[in-house]
């Protein structure tokens, strides 16, 4: 599920702070950014940044669908037949229905959207600019 990939995208991030934050213990100087211990951060924070990108699409493809679970409602009420009222109690009871059940996709139970995978990306960022920096 999408939960247990972004946990191993976090247990990925660990190590590789941790190397950052403690030294890499080879005796290199802090600026000097060659080596093998240099290489394998490097390879391994694309590898992290790889993961996060695949989360973030998902994220994203799920607030476009509860997006379109969010219009539904909008196109049954806009659809107009020539036999029934333009009032009619079953189209508004049935656009009612779609609006209380709030369909869409929930995480931990909220509703995935588009600002919210914002704030989301906005703090990965952040995390990824704090170690690298």
Request: charged fraction near 15%.
């Given at each position: 599920?999408?939960?247990?990939?972004?946990?191993?995208?976090?247990?990925?991030?660990?190590?590789?702070?941790?190397?950052?934050?403690?030294?890499?213990?080879?005796?290199?100087?802090?600026?000097?950014?060659?080596?093998?211990?240099?290489?394998?951060?490097?390879?391994?924070?694309?590898?992290?940044?790889?993961?996060?990108?695949?989360?973030?699409?998902v994220?994203?493809?799920?607030?476009?669908?509860?997006?379109?679970?969010?219009?539904?409602?909008?196109?049954?009420?806009?659809?107009?037949?020539?036999?029934?009222?333009?009032?009619?109690?079953?189209?508004?009871?049935?656009?009612?229905?779609?609006?209380?059940?709030?369909?869409?996709?929930?995480?931990?139970?909220?509703?995935?959207?588009a600002?919210?995978?914002?704030?989301?990306?906005?703090?990965?960022?952040?995390?990824?600019f704090?170690?690298?920096?």
């Open positions: 599920t999408y939960v247990t990939l972004l946990a191993a995208t976090v247990a990925g991030l660990i190590p590789l702070a941790v190397d950052v934050i403690v030294g890499l213990g080879d005796g290199e100087a802090p600026g000097d950014c060659s080596g093998p211990a240099w290489n394998w951060i490097l390879h391994h924070l694309v590898a992290v940044m790889a993961r996060m990108a695949l989360c973030l699409h994220l994203l493809r799920a607030a476009f669908i509860t997006e379109k679970c969010n219009r539904t409602m909008y196109l049954v009420n806009s659809l107009f037949v020539k036999d029934r009222p333009i009032l009619d109690s079953g189209r508004a009871y049935l656009v009612r229905y779609i609006g209380d059940s709030g369909a869409g996709f929930y995480i931990h139970g909220m509703k995935v959207t600002f919210a995978i914002a704030k989301v990306s906005y703090a990965i960022g952040a995390c990824i704090a170690i690298i920096i």
